[in-house]
């Protein structure tokens, strides 16, 4: 059985807001909220800890424990873009508006 585990809305969308629920059974389930329509379907490497949207670049990206990757998804193209690893049981993530510098 597949449930909803974490749920993220891309408001800027060009048609209506999608809801992003990123499942235990591994996998991203985008919906249309005007109709309820299911637009994408994107397999991901396990179940979700976190997600997150960012409207710019229109980008989901969802932090998986195990084993131990974030993932990016095209949220216009309804695919995955990248898997980046971050070491197994890391939990968290962090999104920032913009850094420009890093100063200590």
Do not use: K, W
């Amino acid at each position: 059985m597949i449930r909803p585990s974490r749920v993220t809305v891309s408001p800027l969308s060009r048609t209506a807001p999608v809801l992003h629920c990123a499942c235990d059974g591994g996998e991203v389930v985008s919906v249309e909220t005007a109709s309820g329509r299911i637009v994408a379907c994107v397999p991901i490497a396990g179940s979700p800890d976190v997600v997150f949207f960012n409207p710019r670049r229109e980008r989901l990206y969802v932090a998986i424990a195990e084993p131990g990757v974030l993932q990016s998804i095209d949220t216009a193209a309804g695919r995955l873009l990248e898997t980046i690893p971050t070491g197994r049981g890391a939990r968290r993530s962090a999104s920032m508006r913009s850094v420009s510098t890093c100063t200590p």
